[in-house]
């Protein structure tokens, strides 16, 4: 099975002052092509800066991090959004909607640089997967939360991404509107052969991953 991912010996320092926080300390983690992992590990543990590390969102103090064969590490920091654009989708516990835009404007946003009009189709044709066929046009304040996640999953998949990454995608819904987005997800990965990659607390993301990574302090543990 081939590498879709790799982070040899990565850590991540923040400086706040006086003080030094590694949030990541020397972790190495292969990531094959199609696997969907679980990385689980209590709050503060460096679950969402492992995340930002695989999507391409800034880089570490040190190691070596590949995204499908590109050394991210050696890749100046203002072109790491052509990385993130071309591969990575991103799905968040809070959405991150804009509030003024309708689901299929939201759908659009991450086509903005290359003109939106030629996405159109697919952006219909993906609400259309999500189930959101009828609320194409809905706001997000008119919309439930797992619909406000469904649209968050169309825009992760407009550029058609190798890889999603989710930072508690289920953390903000009741239990059955989070087993839909998980079916959801599931169907992703194991249809359309997308590699997921999921921070959660939640058993039933663990349970539907192919392996579970454990991090505690910055650290994997095996
Ligand atoms: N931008 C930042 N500046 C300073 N410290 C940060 C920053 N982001 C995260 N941290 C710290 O790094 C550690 C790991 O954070 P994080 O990756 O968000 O953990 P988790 O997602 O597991 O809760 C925590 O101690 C957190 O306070
Ligand atoms: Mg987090």
């Known amino acids: 099975m081939s590498e ?98 309708t689901a299929i404007e939201n759908v659009l946003i991450p086509t903005i640089p290359m003109g939106q009009d030629s996405y159109r189709e697919r952006a219909r044709y993906l609400l259309n997967q999500v189930g959101l066929e009828e609320r194409i046009y809905h706001r997000p304040f008119q919309l439930s939360g797992g619909e406000q996640q469904r649209v968050a999953i169309a825009r992760a998949l407009i550029n058609d991404p190798k890889i999603v990454l989710a930072d508690e995608p289920t953390g903000n819904l009741d239990s059955k509107t989070g087993d839909e987005i998980i079916k959801l997800l599931t169907t992703l990965n194991k249809e359309k052969d997308v590699t997921l990659i999921s921070v959660t607390h939640d058993e039933r993301i663990a349970k539907i991953a192919d392996r579970t990574v454990d991090i505690l302090d910055g650290k994997i543990r095996d």
């Open 4 to 101: 879709i991912a790799k982070l040899d010996k990565v850590s991540k320092i923040y400086k706040l002052g006086e003080t030094e926080i590694a949030a990541l300390d020397k972790v190495t983690l292969s990531i094959a092509r199609g696997e969907a992992i679980s990385i689980m590990g209590p709050s503060g543990s460096g679950k969402t800066t492992l995340l930002n590390m695989l999507g391409a969102l800034g880089k570490p103090t040190s190691g070596e991090i590949f995204i499908d064969g590109v050394k991210i590490s050696e890749v100046p920091e203002r072109n790491l959004y052509r990385i993130r654009r071309e591969k990575i989708g991103f799905v968040f516990q809070n959405y991150y909607l804009v509030p003024t835009l």
